[in-house]
Every structure is written in C-alpha cells, then in structure tokens.
C-alpha cells in the first residue's frame, strides 16, 4: 500500500479507525481521500510485478488486510477513506440508498407509497413476516443505510444491483467481489457515521434464500486435445493445471486461474499447444468450482481477462515441447 502525503489528524483519525475494523478480522484497504470508488493502489497497468504481485497482479480483494502493522504504515501517511472488502472479510452488506433527482419507480413499486430503498426492504421484511435485527450499522453521508451481516457458512453470495437479480429497487448487496465505504470516511457529501456498533449478526435465513445464486447453465466439456497438437505429456500438463485450478480453495481462484494459464501460456508460446484449446479447457475448469465457492471473477470476459494476461507474461518464456510420434 503505497501512500505520498503527509500524515494529519484526519489521517489519524481514519488510522484509528481502521485498526478498529482490523481487529475484528475484516480486511481492509485504502481509498484515495475523500473519495469512495478510488482504491488508493496500483492498477494493472502500472503493477511493478513486485512482493504480493510477484505472480501477477493482484486486486484490492486480493491485498485488503486485517494485519495491524501493514494497516498502520498505510494510513499514517495519508487522510485515506477506508474501505471493508465484503468477501474476505465474511460480510455480507444491504445497502439501502436514497433515490436521486430524476429516479423513477419500477412498475409494481411505484404504487406502494415507499420512498427509499430503507422502505423497500420494509416491505419485504414485511412480505416475509420478520422484523429485521439490530446488527453493525453506518449511515451514509446521501441518507442510506449499511446494514452488516456475517455472510452464511458454506455459500459465497456476490454482489447484487436493485431489483436486478437482487432485493429490490434501491437496495444493493455487496459480497464477494465488492467493498463497502468504512465508517468515519469523508466524502465531499459527508462522512460515513457508525449508528449501531453491534456486532454483525448471521444474514436473516430469508435473505439468504432470496440472494442465493442460480444453477448456473450447463457447460459442455472440452473437446480432447488431438495427438497431432499436443504430445501426450502436453496433454497431461493441461489437465493436471485445469484439475488444480478446480480444487482451489475459497478466496484464491483468480490467482490460481492466472498461475495456471502462466504456466500453460509458456507452452502456447512454444507451440507446443494452440492457445484455443487452452482458452477453452481453463474455462471448463472455471465452471467445475462449486457454488460454495466465490467464483470470481466469473464472467466470460473476465475468464478471458486474466487467462490473456497469463498469456502475456508467459510470451517473455516460451517453452518447446518435443513431440514424439508412437512407435509402430
């Protein structure tokens, strides 16, 4: 966590703080002062290839921490926001906003007299015949609401948008692959205050069944490597990757996807294997993880993503394989 500018009260402040979140074993990491969507970390583009990133680039998820002295050397330099990543961290959290200027209800809402997404999850605690409990709470500088959960053992949820495959308008989630804005940051709306320090209670069992994920689609298996392609010990190398990458324990499957299309990548430079048939066997192996497992990040495009650049850094390695024909 690189930082550049001069230690402050406000820094201080915003230090303390997120040593408070640390303790509790969540895993946090900086945002750029005042702002809330601008990690205070090298991107991609500019990752030196260096300490955590020595196997490729790793995300905000992947370098937030609960470790007090890296948490401490980072904010006593700079007034950085904190950010809480949900996943590693074991939460899971509802926001509830308040609508902007020009928003307008989606049908079937618009005639039930609600006016924010604090309402709508209302109604639906209502609809489920719950009250909702007093758990980890922050107000938001716009009038929203985070409501904290522990996130449920053995199911990893993602983040959810409205009422597009999430709760209802208004109202986010964010899980794995997402982060919430700390209490005590400051944004030019306001600062983010801590109402309720209870601890995280388990997600309401309604909850859960409404953010569970769908059956994902059923994904074809690969088709067999030819012989007249890859030697048989080419082949081996492909399958033995894909079966490690689809054993990879929870919070570790980008990195494992990239060292897996690292090392296969080394043989596509070489020729040894064309890089389809790679592409497509570490896509197979992405759709073995189980749902209990977060699948990040999970989207074609973003298999492609970090299988390029895989790719990309085995092309200053290539390795030639010697294809031996059987003997008759």
């Known amino acids: 966590m690189t930082t550049h500018q001069a230690p402050s009260a406000v820094a201080g402040q915003l230090r303390d703080r997120?040593?408070?979140?640390?303790?509790?074993g969540w895993k946090v990491f900086p945002l750029r002062p005042r702002t809330k969507r601008s990690p205070a970390l090298h991107g991609r583009k500019?990752?030196?290839?260096?300490?955590?990133?020595?196997?490729?680039?790793?995300?905000?998820?992947?370098?937030?921490?609960?470790?007090?002295?890296?948490?401490?050397?980072?904010?006593?330099?700079?007034?950085f926001n904190v950010a809480v990543a949900t996943g590693p961290s074991g939460l899971l959290v509802v926001d509830c906003d308040q609508p902007k200027p020009g928003w307008s209800w989606p049908e079937g809402?618009?005639?039930?007299?609600v006016a924010s997404g604090l309402e709508v999850l209302t109604?639906?605690?209502?609809?489920?015949?719950?009250?909702?409990?007093?758990?980890f709470t922050v107000a938001t500088p716009?009038?929203?609401?985070?409501?904290?959960?522990?996130?449920p053992a053995g199911m990893w949820l993602r983040n959810t948008n409205?009422?597009?495959?999430?709760?209802?308008?208004?109202?986010?989630?964010?899980?794995?692959?997402?982060?919430?804005?700390a209490p005590g940051s400051i944004t030019p709306d306001g600062v983010y205050e801590l109402i309720d320090d209870s601890e995280p209670v388990e997600l309401p069992a309604w909850l859960v069944q409404a953010l569970a994920?769908?059956?994902?689609?059923?994904?074809?298996?690969?088709?067999?490597?030819?012989a007249v392609r890859a030697s048989r010990y080419v082949a081996a190398a492909v399958r033995n990757e894909c079966d490690r990458l689809a054993a990879t324990g929870t919070g570790a499957q980008n990195q494992a996807l990239f060292t897996a299309a690292l090392a296969l990548g080394r043989l596509v430079a070489g020729g040894a294997v064309e890089e389809t048939v790679v592409r497509e066997a570490l896509h197979h192996a992405m759709s073995r993880l189980p749902l209990t497992r977060p699948n990040e990040p999970w989207t074609p495009a973003q298999i492609d993503a970090t299988i390029t650049s895989g790719f990309r850094c085995a092309a200053r390695n290539p390795r030639s394989i010697g294809v031996?024909?059987?003997?008759a």
């Not at 409205?162 to 804005?181: F, K, N, S």
């Not at 994920?213 to 030819?226: G, M």
């Open 46 to 79: 500019d990752c030196p290839a260096t300490g955590i990133c020595a196997g490729g680039h790793q995300g905000w998820e992947q370098r937030a921490t609960s470790d007090a002295s890296r948490v401490w050397a980072c904010w006593s330099t700079a007034a």
């Open 142 to 151: 716009s009038g929203g609401r985070h409501f904290y959960f522990r996130a």
């Open 109 to 113: 809402w618009n005639s039930r007299g």
């Open 18 to 24: 997120a040593l408070l979140l640390a303790e509790r």
């Open 162 to 181: 409205g009422d597009h495959g999430g709760l209802g308008p208004l109202i986010d989630t964010r899980a794995g692959g997402g982060y919430v804005v």
């Open 213 to 226: 994920p769908k059956p994902p689609a059923t994904v074809s298996a690969p088709r067999e490597i030819p």
């Open 123 to 135: 109604v639906l605690a209502d609809q489920a015949a719950v009250t909702m409990p007093a758990t």
């Open 324 to 327: 031996r024909g059987d003997a």
